[in-house]
Each structure stands twice: as structure tokens, then as C-alpha cells.
């Protein structure tokens, strides 16, 4: 019936051969729209799961936007007090979320709902812990551009200062793009995480800025009326993103290593010769 189309849909295309890890680096944008056009109705599916996460993050900016927008009054400090338990809630979600992505994006199988919760049994800790950084990371960066932009009339220099932290604050939002797929990839300490995210960020700065626009405009398009945004605002950015980190990651990290291992078992085969 209807030709295979939906086993198509599910399993892929039989006639079209898998393309392997190494395809990462010499066709990641082949390997990229082809994964999309395989699990794209699984990804409306891990999106529908991963909203219900973060809905209390939703609710609770829906509300101080609303009371912003009728007073008039800045977003205050209990804003991030409040917002920070709810994204703990949505850490160990984003591990999962993130872990299933990262196969998808390399070609690999995952299932939307085992493995999500695989993920997030192994690395609900690290998440929490990432994600209240973030959470920090956040209300400080607020507090500071507040303060600097209302400063600036009156120094320069807090006009320097202002867009030196606009320039930290941003390249800490793209290191997010790596943060969670190490996470959930590599046994790394969550300072060894945030080192390496910040070194790739530099290192693949155009690429990587590129990819957080996309990424930040499609959330907008998608959040534009609110509704889009359960279906298509969260797993498709991550999904653009973590395609890019895979590559980053087999680029500066596998394959390096991969390398060295064939170097080691190419000296022992000599040296038993």
C-alpha cells in the first residue's frame, strides 16, 4: 500500500547505501538533508517530547513579558530565580534529546523513546550542572548589560564595556552548540566540556556563527505564534547544530585519535616483524 512510502519514512530508503562516519567531513551537507528528509517525522515527534519540558520555561517568559509589556517595568533578578529551576527541568531532557539528534545526524539508529531515556539516566547529572550555569551564566550577562547600557550616558568606557560583554555573551550562546552533543558523546568533566566547547567555538568561528543564526532565526520563525515552536522550534535548530558539531568533533577529536590507534597497531605490527 501507497508503495512503502511510510516504511520509507521509517527505516530509509533500501536502495540508497548508508554513508559511514568518515562521510562526516568530505559530505556532511548530503549527509544532512538526507537525514532530515529520513527522520523528519521523527524529529516533529522528539519535538513534541522535548516541549513538554520546557514548558515551564514557556509559561513562565510568557508571563513576565506580559507584565513587562503592561508596566513597563525591566525584567527584574527574580525573573532568572525563577527560571533557572525551570531549566533544570529541561537539562536532563536536552541530554536525551541531544543523544538521539547525534545519531541521527551520523546516520546512526535511535529510537525517540528508549533512547531519550537512556540518555538522560546517564547523563542527568551533568546536565543539571550545565544547565545551571546556563541559568547563571544568563541572569549575570542580563544584569550586566543592563547596567552598563544604563551607564554608558555617562562613561564610554561602560559603553566598551557593554559591548565587550555583548561579545562574551554571544560566544558563550554558541558554545551551547557543542556543549551538550560532548556531553553526551565523550567522558569529559563538565569544565573539560565547557574548555573544549569554548576552543571549538574559536576555532570554527565563522561556521559556527553561521550555524547559531540559523539556528536562533528558525526558534523566532517557529516561535513567531507561539504554536509552531512544539512541533519544529526545538529539534530542528539542535538537529542544524548538531550536525555541525559531529563534524567538529570528528574533525579535531575522532579522527585524530583514530589516526593514533592505527599509528600504535602499525608500530606493533613492525615491531613484531
Known amino acids: 500500500m501507497f508503495g512503502g512510502f511510510f516504511e520509507r519514512m521509517y527505516y530509509g530508503n533500501p536502495h540508497k547505501p548508508d554513508l559511514k562516519y568518515e562521510n562526516l567531513r568530505e559530505k556532511p551537507i548530503k549527509l544532512f538533508f538526507t537525514v532530515l528528509q529520513v527522520r523528519f517525522w521523527n524529529l516533529i515527534k522528539l519535538n513534541l517530547l522535548y516541549s513538554i519540558f520546557w514548558l515551564p520555561a514557556f509559561i513562565w517568559t510568557y508571563i513576565q513579558l506580559q507584565v513587562t509589556a503592561q508596566t513597563g517595568e525591566p525584567i527584574s533578578v527574580f525573573y532568572f530565580l525563577?527560571?533557572?529551576?525551570?531549566?533544570?527541568?529541561?537539562?536532563?531532557?536536552?541530554?536525551?534529546v541531544t543523544y538521539v539528534l547525534r545519531n541521527w545526524a551520523r546516520d546512526d539508529h535511535a529510537w525517540v523513546f528508549s533512547d531519550f531515556k537512556d540518555a538522560w539516566k546517564m547523563n542527568w547529572k551533568e546536565s543539571l550542572i550545565v544547565m545551571f550555569i546556563n541559568g547563571l551564566a544568563l541572569m549575570i550577562f542580563?544584569?550586566?548589560?543592563?547596567?552598563?547600557?544604563?551607564?554608558?550616558?555617562?562613561?564610554?568606557l561602560f559603553l566598551m564595556l557593554y559591548y565587550f560583554m555583548l561579545m562574551i555573551g554571544l560566544i558563550y550562546a554558541m558554545m551551547n552548540i557543542y556543549i551538550f552533543p560532548m556531553l553526551v558523546?565523550?567522558?569529559?568533566?563538565v569544565r573539560q566540556i565547557?574548555?573544549?566547547a569554548l576552543l571549538f567555538t574559536l576555532a570554527k568561528l565563522p561556521h559556527t556563527f553561521i550555524i547559531f543564526v540559523l539556528m536562533v532565526a528558525l526558534f523566532i520563525a517557529s516561535a513567531w505564534y507561539i504554536f509552531p515552536v512544539f512541533f519544529v522550534g526545538l529539534t530542528f535548530p539542535m538537529f542544524i547544530g548538531v550536525s555541525l558539531a559531529n563534524?567538529?568533533?570528528?574533525?579535531y577529536m575522532?579522527?585524530?585519535?583514530n589516526n593514533a590507534a592505527e599509528s600504535d597497531a602499525d608500530r606493533e605490527k613492525q615491531d613484531e616483524q
Open 194 to 196: 565547557f574548555k573544549n
Open 247 to 251: 563534524w567538529v568533533f570528528y574533525k
Open 254 to 257: 575522532d579522527r585524530p585519535a
Open 82 to 96: 525563577v527560571l533557572i529551576p525551570c531549566l533544570l527541568f529541561a537539562g536532563p531532557a536536552t541530554a536525551g
Open 142 to 156: 542580563y544584569v550586566n548589560l543592563t547596567f552598563y547600557r544604563a551607564m554608558a550616558a555617562q562613561n564610554i
Open 185 to 189: 558523546t565523550y567522558k569529559l568533566k
